[in-house]
C-alpha cells in the first residue's frame, strides 16, 4: 500500500501523530531563542595574556613569539596577528571558515601547556577566548545618584549591589562595569621614618604579606563536643591595618646595654588610608560622570526574555536602593529586536490573509480556503519544532526563509487542489478524486520544489567557501527546507476527503503534510 493510500485509509492515527507534534511544537516555542539576527560563529580566537610591568619589546619576545611558536602547528590557521604593549599579549588566530573552533581551541591549548616553561614566571596563563555574536552587550544600564555623589561611590553601589543581583537573572551570562575607579587601601610609607628605625620596604611588605589571612586550624575534641579551630586574621578595617606590628627593634640606655624592645607597628612609619585606582577610561551619562553595567547573555538565551528579565530585576532594585539613587536602562537592544520581530509578524499574518483572500476569490469555496489558510500556520509551528531540536534561532533569516517555504505550500495546494475538483466535476467519488488528483501531480510538484533545493542546498554543503555570507543565509535556507518539508502530496488527498462533514478536523491534521 502506497504512502497516500495508508494516510487517506488511517485518518485518526495521522489525526494522533500532528496533534502530538502540534503540542510539542506550542511546548518549546516560548523556549526559542529570539534574534535579529542568526548567531555567526566568528572563526577567529584571542589568545590574552598580562605581564605586569614589561615593557612591549619585552612582552613581544617573552610572551607573544612563544604563544606564536606554539600554535603555529594547530591545523586549519589562516592568519596570526599579535600585539604586544606594556604589560599585555594578544595574539589573533584567525581560521578557515568551517573549522571546528572547539577542537582547534583544545589543540591550541595543548600546545600553550608544552610551552609553559617557556614564559615568564611572571606573566598570567594565556587565555583563549572564542569570538562570537553573543558576545556584544544586549543591555547597558546606568546607575545615578543625586547632586554631589561621585561615581567612584556609585561603582562601589554597583560592584556590591546591583551586579550580583542582575547575574541571577535566567539567561544572563556575564557582567562588566564600566566607569569609577576601583578602591584600594593604600599604604603610604614615610621614607624618613622608615630609615631612623633601620627598616626597609621589604620588611614592610614580607610583614603584611602573612597578616591579612583566615586558616582552618584543624579539630579540637573535649569530651563528648568537637570544636573546630581557625585562625581569624583577616582585616577589617583601617585601623587594623594600622596596628599591625611590623619590627620589635631592642632599645638600649647610656651604657649601650638592651633595657627593652620597641614595637613598631605600620601607622609608626605609613598612612593608611583608602584611595582609588588611576582611571584608565572615563563615563559620562548626559554630561554627568557616571557609571554603566554592560549585561551580556547565555549563547542560547532569548534576547526579549533576558531583557525583560534584567528589567524586572532593577523594577526591584530601584525600590531597595536608597533615596535619590536608581537605575535606567540607556542601551536596550532587545528593544530592535523585539520591533523588528513584530513587524516581521505582522507582514507574516498581512501576508497569510492576504493569500485566504485571493484563495477564495478564485476557488469560491469557503471551505477550501480555510482549510489551506489552517495548514499554513500549523506546517510553521512543525517547523519552528524542527528549528528548536536543530539549536536554530528565530530571526530575520530564518523567518524569511520559513515565509518563501510556506509560499510554495500554498501554491503547491492550489494546483493539487484544483485538480481534485476537476476529478470530482467529472463524477469522480472523493477517495477516487483525491488518489488521482494527487497522484497525477506529484510530478510535477517534486519538480516545482528541487527547483528551490537546488538553489539553497549548494549554498549550505559550501557554506565555508562562502565565508560571513554563508553563515548569513545557511538559516535562512534551513528555513526554506523546514517550510516545504511538510509538502507531501498526500496531504493534498486529504483535502478532499475534508470534505465529508465527519471529518472536519481530519482535513486540518492532513494539511500539515504540506
Do not use: W
Not at 31 to 50: C, D, G, Q
Not at 423 to 433: D, I, S
Amino acid at each position: 500500500m502506497s504512502l497516500t493510500d495508508t494516510v487517506v485509509k488511517r485518518p485518526t492515527t495521522v489525526i494522533v501523530i500532528y496533534a502530538l507534534l502540534i503540542a510539542l511544537a506550542l511546548v518549546v516555542l516560548p523556549n526559542l531563542a529570539v534574534e535579529l539576527f542568526p548567531e555567526m560563529n566568528l572563526p577567529m580566537v584571542i589568545i590574552y595574556s598580562t605581564y605586569e610591568g614589561a615593557s612591549p619589546e619585552t612582552v613581544e619576545s617573552r610572551v607573544s613569539k612563544p604563544i606564536e611558536s606554539a600554535i603555529s602547528n594547530v591545523a586549519g590557521i589562516k592568519n596570526v596577528t599579535s600585539t604586544s604593549s606594556e604589560g599585555m599579549s594578544m595574539v589573533m588566530v584567525e581560521f578557515a571558515y568551517g573549522t571546528d573552533l572547539d577542537k582547534a581551541s583544545q589543540s591550541m591549548n595543548d600546545n600553550l601547556n608544552l610551552y609553559a616553561d617557556l614564559f615568564p614566571d611572571d606573566a598570567s596563563k594565556p587565555t583563549i577566548f572564542k569570538l562570537n555574536t553573543n558576545m556584544m552587550p544586549v543591555m547597558n544600564i546606568a546607575l545615578k545618584g543625586s547632586d554631589g555623589m561621585d561615581e567612584n561611590t556609585l561603582r562601589t553601589l554597583m560592584e556590591n549591589v546591583v551586579q550580583s543581583r542582575i547575574e541571577r537573572v535566567e539567561g544572563v551570562s556575564t557582567t562588566s562595569i564600566n566607569g569609577g575607579q576601583d578602591a584600594y587601601v593604600q599604604v603610604a610609607v614615610d621614607q624618613n621614618r622608615l630609615e631612623a628605625y633601620g627598616m626597609t620596604l621589604s620588611q614592610v611588605a614580607y610583614a603584611l604579606n602573612p597578616q591579612n589571612l583566615q586558616v582552618g586550624s584543624g579539630s579540637l575534641i573535649e569530651g563528648d563536643y568537637s570544636y573546630l579551630l581557625r585562625t581569624d586574621a583577616e582585616f577589617a578595617s583601617i585601623g587594623d591595618i594600622a596596628k599591625v606590628m611590623v619590627a620589635s627593634i631592642p632599645t638600649y640606655d647610656t651604657q649601650g646595654t638592651i633595657t627593652g624592645t620597641q614595637v613598631v607597628r605600620l601607622s609608626d612609619i605609613a598612612d593608611v588610608s583608602y584611595a582609588y585606582k588611576d582611571a584608565t577610561s572615563t563615563v559620562f551619562i548626559n554630561g554627568q560622570p557616571g557609571v554603566y553595567l554592560s549585561v551580556s547573555k547565555e549563547s542560547d538565551a532569548n534576547t526579549v526574555q533576558v531583557a525583560n528579565g534584567v528589567k524586572d530585576m532593577i523594577a526591584q532594585l530601584n525600590q531597595e536602593l536608597p533615596k535619590g539613587i536608581n537605575l535606567e536602562v540607556i542601551v536596550d537592544t532587545s528593544t530592535m529586536v523585539d520591533s523588528t520581530m513584530n513587524a516581521t509578524y505582522q507582514s507574516l499574518m498581512y501576508g497569510v490573509i492576504l493569500v485566504m483572500v485571493v484563495l477564495f476569490i478564485f476557488l469560491r469555496s469557503m471551505k477550501s480556503t480555510i482549510v489551506i489558510g489552517l495548514a499554513i500556520p500549523i506546517s510553521m509551528l512543525l517547523t519552528i519544532l524542527i528549528m528548536f531540536f536543530m539549536g536554530y534561532t528565530l530571526n530575520l533569516m530564518t523567518l524569511t526563509g520559513l515565509i518563501l517555504g510556506l509560499g510554495m505550500t500554498v501554491d503547491s495546494s492550489i494546483v493539487v487542489l484544483e485538480n481534485i475538483f476537476r476529478y470530482r466535476e467529472r463524477g469522480a467519488k472523493l477517495h477516487a478524486a483525491a488518489i488521482l488528483g494527487t497522484k497525477e501531480m506529484i510530478v510535477a510538484i517534486t519538480a516545482s520544489t528541487l527547483t528551490t533545493v537546488c538553489v539553497f542546498v549548494p549554498m549550505v554543503l559550501l557554506r565555508s567557501n562562502l565565508e560571513m555570507l554563508g553563515e548569513i543565509l545557511t538559516p535562512m535556507a534551513a528555513g526554506i527546507f523546514g517550510g516545504i518539508h511538510h509538502l507531501n502530496p498526500c496531504a493534498h488527498q486529504q483535502l478532499c476527503k475534508g470534505l465529508y462533514q465527519k471529518a472536519k478536523a481530519f482535513e486540518i491534521a492532513c494539511l500539515a503534510f504540506l
